[in-house]
């Protein structure tokens, strides 16, 4: 028989799946002899039973009521006995912390004459109308459902007749009534009466903390946590202990350390003469926790002790939550504590300095999250009023800048020094100077993987997506929020952590661990343990990092911030600025004469970018992509070419030389889905001589660099091959023009020519597609495309909000990667790559490289390396360390 309740005396802290944590702990200090009031847990399975029944599981009333019995004896006193009553608590309690998410009921087993017992008991009547009022509010609000606030309301309106600032100022009559009161308001609105049996308050109490478990507020939490939907809730049943008592009784929260900067030293709250839900709720002003020295000496010494005997435990920060009654210290729960990114990496370093923790674990307990958002510079969040609007926190960081509404005068108002923000519906590769001009992005459209914010991450550019609330007049050169209009010039603040704008210059506070990744200067102890951290992970990671990087720049930094190569250059936004002419020219050829005429035009300005590259990542892979978009996306907007061709005819003038030619080659190439049209292998299959003038302009690059000296390492890597046969014509076509090459140049040129697996199909065929690459990279922001159906640039917008509230998704495939259907085709691709060529190189260099989640799945799928944006690589580094550790107890922390 399955049993359902156990002891505090009788589990430990290695049973948290089975009671819950606050259960285990609880437990775990009983087991240490640490003063806990007395009580029992029910388990997560009664939890699970409940909900997937929607009854109590068989037997568990007669547990709960064998357990009650053996409290009462130890108690000496029976629950809600008249003269004496036994009181009790009901507190959830998840397997990982949800604070506030789920139901707390205090003072089970009071009624119309148990209240009269224990005011003669305590010698003190307010205390006991004070318990019994806490007790009908908690259990009216959360087992009967009654509208919170209408208990509010009568509390503050009743303070408010007596002329009393807060709750202490309620004399005990004016709690007599207000007991009266709210057992009217339950019977009005639920047509019962508050129930007076002990019994059925305790099992309405405990199903209630089960059904709190899919309330609206936990739901949301375990979203955000990505914590599991079928986990359930323990509950705690425990005797009643009071802080509420009079001067020498009170509550209080404590820490073993600051959560908030991970100094040492005792941190917390205490209130005297309150009970916990007062020192949480805030309704009276706390007093610093060090002040309990002089209130009661003995009970803080004692807590000193408790809190270090904890934490040497544990090992890690705790957080105590404590009552003190008539000078009695009892200690109700204990759990690692939440803490800040900051606090994160200096606790673990501190508590590795201090031998308590292993190097291992001390990296286990940080995380590539917190070190991302300690990477990026911060508004002075005490110093900004409300938002203006809010979009999608799409590219981290803290920016400010003159609002500004098109590329051109992005870049030249930068060029004069000043700083701008660059404001669209959304953006195009148009846009890119002006991107890069910016210090911030903000559209009114798109979502988290939209153009905006894929370029934007791989920049390290503040971005704020899909703000909805912004009307964007472009031709005014403004936009518009409600009544507010912000002209084109306006200073705006953009959060790209929280997806929110402010009006005006918010003030900055700089980020010491960026400095540390650009400069290697060591100024304060938290970057001191952010460069251990980062040290360990390089230490005992297997997968390599790269970067995404298109400029010498990007690739300048990405090595700076520890890539061993490059892992995606993008040659086609090479094309972009003024070298779109070249592009329209070779589109609008009319023989081949003037195809090559523009091909070899192009072809020394790619030489001179890869040498540049090249340069940068000397000794260093570097995996160039032959072109992958669709042709028309350098040609103008069809729009824009035909109301330029309208207007000048209107005006009786002639239109731009090739305005005629270029409409109609935009309305010729123009694809219904040009995602999955003539893009990637196939444009190189089609178009006469582009392939060949980038391989080319790498083979040349490659031997500049040779003679200059230099040990270059380029990967030619062709995009969107769905048949080996795409990849084996290819693959002719590049090695013809390396060996073109080595002879011209007498410099002997090889490059691994490799392909990007993005279409399902290319997963599903990887061991023949293997006989023709020499490596593998996984595409896999196309590969989520097209496994999922996705339209990625419309479908966040369009519905994902709704599959994410649905439970559908756990957070968007386009961020985490979709380990059981993407993930599995990642799987496939890999085993079946390298049984057909053992040894075969395999990366990734889609979004998900730089995602923590997905860093790890690449670690056990036993890819190489991983590849994301140069930002990003601090971020890869650390999470690559960390999926290479043994299971060391990571705290579930930050």
Known sequence: ???????????????????????????????????????????????????????EPDGLAGEISGRLVALEQVAGRRL????????????????????????????????????????????????????????????????MGVDGSLFENAMADLKRRRGAKNDPGLNAVDLTWLVGA???????????????????????????????WNGERARLYRRREHISEDLGTAVNVQTMVFGNLGADSGSGVAFTRD????????????LANAQGEDVVAGIRNTVPLTALADLDPVSYEQLCSYLGTLETLYRDLCDIEFT?????????????????????????????????????????????????????????????????????PASPGAAVGAAVFDSAEAVRRATTGEKVVLVRQETTPDDLP????????????????????????????????GAEELSVELGARRFTVGGTVVEEGTVVSVDGSEGAVYLGAAPLVDSVVMRYFETGERQDGLVEAVAGAMERADCVRRLEVRANADTPEDAARARRFGAQGVGLCRTEHMFLGERRKLVEAMILARDETEREAALSALLPLQRQDFIGILEAMDGLPVTIRLIDPPLHEFLPDRTELAVRIATAEAQGSVPGPHDAELLDAVDRMHEENPMLGLRGVRLGLVVPGLVAMQVRAIAEAVVERTRAGGSPEAEIMVPLVGAVEELRIEREEVERVLAEVSKESGVPVHCPVGTMIELPRAALTAGRIAEEAEFFSFGTNDLTQTTWGFSRDDVEAAFFSAYLDKGIFATSPFETLDRDGVGRLVRMAVAEGRAARPGLKIGVCGEHGGDPDSVHFFH???????????????????????????????????
Request: glycine share 12%.
């Open 1 to 55: 028989m399955v049993r359902y309740v156990y002891d505090f005396a009788e589990g430990g802290r290695d049973l948290a799946d089975l009671l819950g944590g606050k259960g285990a702990n609880l437990a775990e200090m009983t087991r240490l002899g640490l003063p806990v009031p007395p009580g029992f847990t029910v388990t997560t399975e009664a939890c699970r039973v409940f909900l997937a029944t929607g009854t």
């Open 80 to 143: 809600g006995q008249p003269d004496d009553p036994l009181l009790l608590s009901v507190r959830s309690g998840a397997r990982f912390s949800m604070p506030g998410m789920m139901e707390t009921i205090l003072d089970i087993g009071l009624g119309d004459d148990s209240v009269i017992g224990l005011a003669k008991v305590s010698g003190n009547e307010r205390f006991a109308w004070d318990s019994y009022r806490r007790l009908v509010q908690m259990f009216g609000t959360t087992v």
């Open 182 to 212: 709210y057992k009217d308001l339950i019977r009005r609105e639920t047509g019962e009466d508050f129930p007076q049996s002990p019994d059925e308050q305790l099992r309405r109490a405990v199903l209630a903390v089960f059904e709190s």
């Open 259 to 270: 959560p908030a900067t991970g100094r040492p030293g005792l941190y917390g709250d205490y």
């Open 324 to 392: 003190i009654e008539r000078g009695r210290l009892w200690m109700l729960q204990t759990r690692v504590g939440k803490r800040t990114a900051e606090a994160a990496f200096a606790i673990a370093a501190e508590l590795a300095d201090e031998h308590l923790i292993t190097a291992d674990e001390s990296l286990a307990r940080v995380s590539g999250d917190g070190l991302a958002r300690l990477m990026f510079p911060r508004f002075d969040t005490s110093a900004v009023g409300e938002a203006l609007a809010h979009g999608l």
């Open 434 to 465: 002006g991107m890069i001009a910016a210090q911030a992005v903000l559209t009114s459209r798109g979502g988290k993987t939209s153009h905006a914010a894929v370029v934007a991450r791989g920049m390290g550019t503040v971005c704020v997506c």
């Open 860 to 894: 056990t799928a036993g890819l190489d390396y991983v590849s994301c944006s140069p930002f990003r690589v601090p971020v890869a580094r650390l999470e690559a360390g960390r999926a290479a550790l043994p299971e060391t107890g990571a705290s579930d922390s930050t």
